[in-house]
């Protein structure tokens, strides 16, 4: 049975975020609110929801290393499997918009999560900082996005629709949708970390491995369908930049507010502050090379994903205490990522120079 509600929470969790984000961005077009602001905040913050909720709830459970796997695990993913199968898929031109900011926001912010977790918890002030990171962003972004407020409303208005579109049928729907998402989400989640609980403790493995793996995947798919129809479409400024937005709401507001409603703040497991977030800081650092070096091709996503396939088999290794676990460290170690760094820094190199010459062309 609890297999059953871990499965059918994942899946309560995927249509309560639709719901919501469909309702609320209809019910916000009726009552004035302009088509940017819904995108950016609503649309935005909708894809996160699942994370959110879970991350929510397990926090006021006492279960931190769901709240903390689940957004380290869903910005690995978003970065080495979403966009790494979007760009195998197709390859994908990145805005430079991104480039400048989106992805420093990101690298940036990872970073101080790492400061923030180096003593062992993350406290509720500073939950309470990282979550006013993510007000501060999105007014930011208003402000910066405002040039670009046709397009956005076109975009927009061709995924939702219109306000002369909505009648008081369609509104009244809506809000039901609202309704019955919030509902979705709450149980849930609840639902999704009652059932990782019991896999972690029916396979003896830790509640932080179970939510990297599978939680993080499951709260992730929202992203992934994204990302993955918008680079089929052709529309590689949504497929990249959900990807990228997603990782900066997971950990300014997804985190910031996991710290702050749980008891005492989020503890750090020592794994996850030597292993699992330096490895999200190399994989937010590596978009930058790859990003200049423009496009993301075929190959590059496929380093994406060879990477990501790397580091699921590394987890099972370790869950599992394998017996080539340290054959395999000291292979990526002494091998893989010293000649990862050296190809990253060509791209980069190669990028910056390709982009100097067309400057003074």
Do not use: W
């Amino acid at each position: 049975m609890e297999i059953i509600y871990f499965i059918g929470g994942l899946i309560a969790l995927i249509a309560g975020a639709e719901l919501l984000i469909r309702g609320s961005a209809k019910v916000a077009l009726f009552f004035g609110m302009s088509p940017l602001i819904v995108g950016l905040t609503i649309v935005a913050m909708g894809t996160s929801a699942p994370e959110l909720a879970v991350s929510i709830h397990s926090g006021m459970e006492g279960k931190a290393g769901i709240a903390l796997g689940n957004v380290i695990g869903s910005n690995i993913i978003n970065i080495l499997l979403i966009l790494g199968v979007s760009a195998i898929i197709t390859p994908l031109r990145v805005d430079q918009r991104l480039v400048q900011i989106e992805v420093p926001i990101m690298i940036a912010a990872s970073f101080i999560v790492f400061f923030m977790a180096m003593n062992g918890n993350i406290s509720r002030t500073e939950g309470v900082l990282l979550f006013s990171g993510i007000i501060f962003y999105i007014l930011y972004t208003f402000r910066k996005s405002s040039k670009e407020k046709a397009k956005v409303i076109e975009e927009y208005e061709s995924e939702f629709g219109s306000r002369k579109d909505i009648t008081k049928k369609s509104l009244f729907f809506s809000m039901i949708f609202i309704v019955v998402g919030f509902v979705l989400l709450i149980k849930g989640s609840e639902y999704l970390v009652d059932g990782a609980v019991f896999i972690a403790r029916y396979f003896d493995v830790s509640e932080f491995i179970i939510s990297i793996l599978i939680i993080a995947m499951g709260t992730s798919l929202p992203e992934a369908a994204t990302s993955i129809v918008a680079g089929i479409k052709g529309e590689n400024d949504i497929a990249v930049g959900n990807a990228i937005g997603s990782n900066i709401f997971n950990l300014l507001s997804v985190l910031g507010a996991a710290s702050i409603f749980a008891p005492g703040g989020i503890d750090v497991d020592p794994e996850a502050l030597y292993f699992d977030i330096p490895v999200m800081i190399a994989v937010a650092i590596a978009c930058l090379p790859i990003f200049i070096a423009q496009p993301i091709t075929r190959a590059r996503g496929s380093l994406f994903f060879g990477y990501f396939v790397a580091y699921v088999i590394f987890l099972i290794f370790s869950t599992i205490n394998h017996p080539y676990l340290i054959t395999y460290k000291q292979i990526m170690l002494l091998f893989v990522i010293p000649l990862t760094v050296v190809t990253l820094i060509y791209m980069m190199y190669k990028g910056v120079k390709i982009k100097m010459q067309e400057k003074y062309k």
